[in-house]
């Protein structure tokens, strides 16, 4: 579980999110992100990329709050998810609440599957089926992924 509420009250305030999750078996993860935009010239992205197999139930709910007075607000929500078997479950709730004009903000959310075009292509190279999905998780998770984790990812997602 992760529970995150940030308040950006002075203007011009920054909060830049970017987070991953890899659940392989039976995990259980629930995220809530509640961004309040309460000033002026506020700047706020959410990044959040996750893959869900085996039996694993994730659960995205993001909220950006911008106030009557948080004119010229910049606010971004992203949640991409893959899928890998029939019993893992994602549900996905991003959701914006605006009182001010004047913002640009934008949210949304995917949940899909590997691309079976890609993992063709990729095996029509010479590149065995696990290497070609393997590599297609490692490039979906590639944003969200923290300088110097590279190699702990990759690991993770071999082991899969």
Same mark, same amino acid.
């Given at each position: 579980?992760?529970?995150?509420a940030i308040?950006?009250?002075?203007?011009?305030?920054?909060?830049h999110?970017?987070?991953l999750?890899?659940?392989?078996?039976? !995990?259980?993860?629930?995220?809530?992100?509640?961004?309040?935009?309460? %000033? /002026?010239?506020? &700047?706020? @992205?959410?990044? *959040?990329?996750?893959i869900?197999?085996? !039996?694993?139930?994730?659960?995205?709910?993001?909220?950006?709050?911008? %106030? /009557?007075d948080? &004119?010229? @607000?910049?606010? *971004?929500?992203?949640?991409?998810?893959?899928?890998?078997?029939?019993?893992?479950k994602v549900?996905?709730k991003?959701?914006?609440?605006?009182?001010?004009?004047?913002?640009?903000?934008?949210?949304?959310?995917?949940?899909?599957?590997?691309?079976?075009?890609?993992?063709?292509?990729?095996?029509?190279r010479g590149?065995?089926?696990?290497?070609?999905?393997t590599?297609?998780?490692?490039?979906?998770?590639?944003?969200?992924?923290?300088?110097?984790?590279?190699?702990?990812?990759?690991?993770?997602?071999?082991?899969?």
């Amino acid at each position: 579980r992760l529970d995150i509420a940030i308040d950006l009250c002075g203007p011009g305030a920054e909060a830049h999110l970017k987070g991953l999750y890899l659940c392989k078996a039976d !995990e259980k993860v629930r995220i809530k992100v509640l961004m309040h935009h309460r %000033a /002026p010239a506020c &700047r706020s @992205t959410q990044l *959040f990329n996750g893959i869900a197999g085996g !039996e694993a139930d994730v659960r995205f709910d993001g909220t950006i709050v911008v %106030a /009557p007075d948080a &004119r010229q @607000t910049e606010a *971004f929500q992203e949640n991409h998810n893959i899928v890998l078997t029939e019993s893992a479950k994602v549900v996905t709730k991003p959701q914006l609440e605006i009182y001010a004009d004047d913002v640009k903000c934008s949210h949304g959310a995917t949940v899909g599957q590997l691309s079976q075009d890609e993992i063709f292509y990729m095996r029509s190279r010479g590149i065995p089926e696990k290497e070609a999905k393997t590599l297609q998780m490692l490039s979906f998770l590639s944003p969200v992924i923290p300088a110097g984790r590279e190699e702990e990812v990759e690991k993770a997602i071999r082991s899969w």
